[in-house]
């Protein structure tokens, strides 16, 4: 019975220690409190990983006379017989032909000339060229203007002058004083994903508001090779000219896509790996790119470990549990051999809505395609960017996501996965959420249907051997498209 008044005393004298505690504080104590309390929440602000976003984005669309049909080319290369045999040119000539790259692809007016102008100045014209036209139209496109810039992130692999593009950005534009400026070379075709990873890092430890402006681009007129060499060959008939530019940022507003998940992998230890695509000189000293005959199914290879690092980071628990119980079951019931083992690859279709995978070449978008269990439909925009464009290096993933909006296949909420290979071998894989559905599909080199300048290129798309076209009527009627055929929409008259 003494119990219970010894514990309503200790309470009654609990109460009132605490409430003489709290009398006791004077009023700069609580002030002091106060400003304690709202730095230590400013600090996890300032600390904490800040989201990113990509504001919008621009891509260069040559003009007529840069196109370079067929017979162009070949005329071109039969008339200089100086520097090209014969039999180098029948080599490029049945290349092609199996390259499924079209009549609209556009080189540099450095190419026109007989001998071709390999200069400096001709490199720096192209540059600037490409690079203005794709920064304008990323402006344009997002309304910002050259002041709101913060960085300029420039990569540009196989060319750099001095100075260097990021230099010649700042100076066509008049950045202000404080901008940053980054230069990227040697990074391949993955250079745009490298690039954004590298924005990332600038803008989630910088004050909110801030804009990055990313450029891709290949510099085609020092690239030409003109040598015997058939594996040094292969890049004059895939490349072509092209650039993208892209403003990203820490703050949602105006935001049209937010960045996800970054993963890059390399495998360069490997020999194999490491001279799949090599710059060297030749027997008689010329320049070139190497790219061996192997390069699709060793990036295939590459990409098997790539995917080992990527899917934990985008792919949800029951896949993950799916794919985990298919190791452990080949490991206990398989005896150990490799023979009869199936292992259960991850649906990435579930994942994603949208896939641009680097147009590196036919054989490699068909490696990926079974790699990754990827429908004709997801594969559709890097087909079409090839054909239409070719090869454009690091850029040509932009092309393809202006394919997808142009069509009107991007929808808010929808996951766009973006892989890319380069030398190295280099895998680089980046996630896009969208945000807002870009309501301008007339200012990109894709036009949609209802824009005044679009024109339907009929031509016949090889796909598992057969030969397929889509009409206008197909076009404009959803339900009359064929599944196997690809349409493509042209700003180029």
């Known amino acids: 019975m003494a119990v219970a008044p010894a514990a309503a005393m200790l309470e009654s004298a609990s109460w009132t220690f605490s409430n003489g505690v709290i009398a006791g504080l004077l009023p700069v104590h609580v002030l002091m409190l106060v400003i304690l309390g709202a730095g230590l929440a400013m600090l996890?602000?300032?600390?904490?990983?800040?989201?990113?976003?990509?504001?919008?984005?621009?891509?260069?669309?040559?003009?007529?006379?840069?196109?370079?049909?067929?017979?162009?080319?070949?005329?071109?290369?039969?008339?200089?017989?100086?520097?090209?045999?014969?039999?180098?040119?029948?080599?490029?000539?049945?290349?092609?032909?199996?390259?499924?790259?079209?009549?609209?692809?556009?080189?540099?007016?450095?190419?026109?000339?007989?001998?071709?102008?390999?200069?400096?100045?001709?490199?720096?014209?192209?540059?600037?060229?490409?690079?203005?036209s794709a920064v304008d139209k990323a402006l344009d496109r997002s309304k910002l203007n050259p002041e709101d810039i913060d960085a300029v992130i420039v990569a540009c692999s196989f060319t750099t002058v001095t100075p260097v593009?990021?230099?010649?950005?700042?100076?066509?534009?008049?950045?202000?004083?404080?901008?940053?400026?980054?230069n990227l070379s040697g990074m391949g075709c993955s250079g745009a994903l490298i690039a954004i990873g590298l924005a990332r890092n600038l803008l989630r430890v910088a004050p909110p508001g801030r804009h990055v402006l990313v450029i891709?681009?290949?510099?085609?007129?020092?690239?030409?090779?003109t040598g015997t060499k058939r594996e040094m060959l292969v890049p004059n008939v895939l490349f072509r000219m092209g650039a993208a530019a892209m403003i990203m940022t820490n703050s949602p507003e105006?935001?049209?896509?937010?960045?996800?998940?970054?993963?890059?992998?390399?495998?360069?230890?490997?020999?194999?790996?490491?001279?799949?695509?090599?710059?060297?000189?030749?027997?008689?000293?010329?320049?070139?790119?190497?790219?061996?005959k192997d390069l699709p199914v060793v990036?295939?290879?590459?990409?098997?470990?790539?995917?080992?690092?990527?899917?934990?980071?985008?792919?949800?628990?029951?896949?993950?549990?799916?794919?985990?119980?298919?190791?452990?079951?080949?490991?206990?019931?398989?005896?150990?051999?490799?023979?009869?083992?199936?292992?259960?690859r991850p649906s990435f279709g579930k994942v994603f809505q949208h896939f641009c995978i680097h147009p590196g070449g036919r054989r490699v978008l068909y490696e990926v395609q079974r790699g990754l269990g990827l429908s004709d439909r997801d594969m559709e925009a890097s087909h079409m960017t090839l054909h239409?464009?070719?090869?454009?290096?690091?850029?040509?993933?932009?092309?393809?996501?202006?394919?997808?909006?142009?069509?009107?296949?991007?929808?808010?909420?929808?996951?766009?996965?973006?892989?890319?290979?380069?030398?190295?071998?280099?895998?680089?894989?980046?996630?896009?959420?969208?945000?807002?559905?870009?309501?301008d599909t007339g200012s990109g080199p894709w036009p949609g249907p209802d824009a005044s300048t679009a024109t339907l290129c009929r031509f016949p798309k090889l796909l598992k051997g057969h030969k397929q076209s889509?009409?206008?009527?197909?076009?404009?009627?959803?339900?009359?498209?064929?599944?196997?055929?690809?349409h493509v929409l042209s700003g180029i008259p």
């Not at 008339?79 to 390259?99: G, Y």
């Not at 889509?470 to 690809?486: A, G, I, N, Q």
């Open 44 to 132: 996890w602000r300032l600390h904490r990983a800040r989201e990113v976003y990509l504001v919008d984005y621009g891509c260069f669309l040559g003009e007529p006379r840069h196109r370079v049909p067929f017979a162009t080319a070949l005329e071109h290369g039969r008339l200089m017989n100086k520097l090209i045999d014969e039999e180098s040119l029948s080599f490029m000539v049945r290349l092609h032909q199996k390259s499924a790259i079209g009549e609209e692809t556009s080189v540099p007016d450095s190419f026109c000339c007989i001998p071709p102008d390999r200069s400096i100045e001709a490199s720096r014209q192209e540059a600037e060229l490409v690079i203005f």
């Open 165 to 182: 593009f990021a230099d010649v950005v700042v100076n066509r534009y008049k950045l202000r004083d404080d901008v940053q400026s980054v």
């Open 216 to 225: 891709a681009t290949e510099i085609l007129s020092s690239m030409l090779y």
């Open 254 to 292: 105006r935001a049209r896509f937010r960045l996800g998940p970054i993963v890059r992998t390399l495998t360069a230890a490997r020999d194999s790996d490491y001279r799949c695509a090599f710059q060297e000189e030749d027997d008689e000293g010329i320049t070139g790119i190497k790219l061996s």
């Open 299 to 344: 990036a295939a290879n590459a990409l098997k470990g790539h995917i080992t690092a990527f899917g934990p980071a985008v792919l949800p628990v029951s896949e993950l549990l799916r794919v985990a119980l298919s190791i452990v079951r080949n490991r206990l019931f398989s005896a150990g051999t490799k023979e009869g083992r199936r292992y259960y």
């Open 388 to 439: 239409r464009f070719g090869n454009m290096a690091s850029s040509s993933l932009l092309y393809e996501l202006d394919y997808i909006e142009a069509k009107r296949w991007m929808k808010k909420g929808d996951r766009l996965c973006m892989i890319s290979f380069s030398p190295g071998i280099d895998c680089s894989s980046v996630v896009w959420e969208c945000v807002k559905p870009t309501a």
């Open 470 to 486: 889509c009409s206008v009527t197909e076009l404009h009627r959803p339900e009359l498209r064929r599944p196997t055929s690809y």
